[in-house]
Structure formats: structure tokens, C-alpha cells
């Protein structure tokens, strides 16, 4: 139902450009989000983005380095990461059809995942 994909070896500097395609049965994606887990760590926020007021939310560690954007004619979120750095390094997930009454930046915020793509940046 969501597949993430644009993941890979990128150099510290550089920048990928993520999407995740939405397919299936209708689930609400008033709300759609990216999330990151490291090697070792607990799955973070990165960025989510709410159809209300197209309002768009980072985590500080990505702020002003990567933006969240929606191709609504393809059904698409996309994540350009830009000044990537060995500590991006991580597996990025998509999610959509967030609860309500739940902190968006929690995991338990979101009903539905992706399988995640694997970013890695060399130093």
C-alpha cells in the first residue's frame, strides 16, 4: 500500500531525493510522513506533511536541509534531502493515515507503513 523508493549510497554533501507511492485500498492520507531508524535506534520523526493548510513539520535535525512536498495527480510524498550527512544514514520509512489525538511526531501517530528504502552516507 506504500512503497518507498530513491534511496542509496550518497556522499556527505550530497542529496537524495526519497518518494512513496500510495496504491491499494483508500486509506486517509490527510497526513503522510517520513520517518528514519538507524542501526541500533529507535525509528524518529523526520517530516510529516498535513493536507489542512498544506502544513508541513520537520525534526530540528532536519530542518532546512530536507523538505517534504505531494504530487497529489500521483498519489506521491516525496522527501529531497539536500546536505546529507553521515548521521542521515539510516532506513526511511513512509507512513500515512495518521490518528487523531496523537502527537504526530510518535510512531503510534501513524496506521500505515512502508517498507522502508536504506540511505547511507559516507563521510
Known amino acids: 500500500q506504500l512503497q518507498a523508493s530513491g534511496g542509496g549510497l550518497v556522499q556527505a554533501g550530497g542529496s537524495l531525493r526519497l518518494s512513496c507511492a500510495a496504491s491499494?485500498?483508500?486509506?486517509?492520507?490527510?497526513?503522510m510522513a517520513w520517518f528514519r531508524q538507524a542501526s541500533g535506534k529507535e525509528r524518529e520523526f523526520v517530516a510529516a506533511l498535513f493536507s489542512i493548510g498544506s502544513t508541513t513539520l520537520y525534526a530540528d535535525s532536519v530542518k532546512g536541509r530536507f523538505t517534504i512536498s505531494r504530487d497529489n495527480a500521483k498519489n506521491t510524498v516525496n522527501l529531497q534531502m539536500n546536505s546529507l550527512k553521515a548521521e542521515d544514514t539510516a532506513v526511511y520509512f513512509c507512513a500515512a493515515s495518521p490518528r487523531s489525538g496523537v502527537v504526530y511526531s510518535y510512531t503510534s501517530a501513524w496506521n500505515i507503513w512502508g517498507r522502508g528504502t536504506l540511505v547511507t552516507v559516507s563521510s
Open positions: 491499494g485500498r483508500t486509506f486517509s492520507t490527510s497526513g
